[in-house]
C-alpha cells in the first residue's frame, strides 16, 4: 500500500507503507489528492483543467471602447482577496477551469481526463470492481443566482458519463454497495428550491438510495428526525451506516 501527502503545494508525494524506510516517491501524471481503485490499478483525482478558448468577436465600436478602457467591472460580491490582487470571475470557465477528474494508471503514466462537464467534481468514489465512478457536481455552480443543487453522476473508465438525478436536491458523499448496483448518498433539498415552494423553514438532510443504472430515488431516513453523515455499506451489503447528530454532538 501507499500513502499519499499533499503537504506542499502543487506536488503529491507518496510512502510505501510496506517499505517504512523507503523515502518518499512521486507517480507520474498524478495531480491531485489519489483516489486508488479497489484493484489498485489506477489512481483517480480532480485538478482544474485546461481553460476553453472562448472565440471572441468584436465590433469596430467594441474594439475602441476596449482601447480606451482599461479597467475592470466587477458584479460578484467578493471581488476581491487580499493580497493577490483581483480574484478570477467564477462564472467564467476561462478565467476559473473547473475542477475535473481525471486516470492515472498506479504505476505512473499520461493523465487522461474523464470528465469535461466545466464545473467542479466532488465526492468521486470507485465502484467495487474498478470500472467506473461515481461522483457529485453542480451544473448550475457558475450561475450566481442558483443556491447549491448537485446531482450524481456515474463516469466508466472510457469517458462516457451518466446523469443519474436531476431534480433540484443537493447530494454529496456517493458510496457503492458491495456488488455495484446501489448507489447511496446524502440529499437536502436545494435552497432555491425551497424559496420557490414558498416554504418558511429549511429542510431535512436524508440519506437515499438509487440504482447504478438510474430511476427513482429511495430515502431511506425518512422517518428520521436527525442529521445524517456520509453513507457507508456494510460488508454483506444489507446494510448502510452513518453518524448521526444527537443534542448537537456526532
Known amino acids: 500500500g501507499a500513502l499519499a501527502s499533499d503537504d506542499e503545494a502543487d506536488s503529491i508525494w507518496f510512502l510505501r507503507m510496506d517499505q ?7 507517480v507520474r501524471g498524478v495531480g491531485g489528492l489519489p483516489i486508488f481503485s479497489p484493484d489498485n490499478r489506477w ?7 485546461a481553460p476553453p478558448k472562448m472565440a471572441r468577436t468584436s465590433s469596430e465600436s467594441d474594439l475602441v471602447i476596449d482601447q480606451r478602457f482599461k479597467g475592470h467591472i466587477y458584479e460578484w460580491l467578493n471581488f476581491r ?20 477528474l481525471f486516470v492515472v494508471p498506479s504505476a505512473g503514466g499520461d493523465a487522461r481526463q474523464l470528465t469535461d462537464l466545466k464545473v467542479n467534481v466532488h465526492g468521486a468514489a470507485w465502484r467495487p470492481d474498478s470500472g467506473a465512478l461515481a461522483f457529485t457536481a453542480n451544473t448550475h455552480e457558475r450561475d450566481e443566482y442558483i443556491y447549491e443543487r ?3 453522476f456515474v463516469v466508466a473508465l472510457d469517458g462516457r458519463v451518466k446523469r443519474l438525478t436531476d431534480n433540484g436536491y443537493n447530494r454529496d458523499s456517493p458510496a457503492w454497495s458491495r456488488d455495484g448496483s446501489t448507489i447511496a448518498f446524502r440529499r437536502v433539498l436545494g435552497l432555491s428550491a425551497v424559496i420557490a415552494s414558498g416554504q418558511d423553514h429549511g429542510a431535512p438532510v436524508d440519506i437515499c438510495t438509487i440504482a447504478a443504472e438510474g430511476g427513482a430515488e429511495k430515502n431511506v431516513t425518512e422517518k428520521w428526525d436527525l442529521l445524517p453523515g456520509p453513507p457507508a455499506w456494510s460488508s454483506d451489503g444489507r446494510s448502510i451506516y452513518f453518524s448521526g447528530g444527537t443534542g448537537g454532538d456526532d
Do not use: C, M, N, Q
Request: aromatic fraction near 8%.
Open 81 to 100: 482577496a487580499d493580497g493577490r490582487g483581483y480574484v478570477p470571475d467564477p462564472r467564467d470557465p476561462e478565467s476559473s477551469p473547473a475542477e475535473e
Open 43 to 49: 489512481i483517480a483525482f480532480t485538478r482544474a483543467a
Open 150 to 152: 448537485a446531482d450524481l
Open 20 to 26: 517504512p524506510k523507503a523515502p518518499p516517491f512521486h
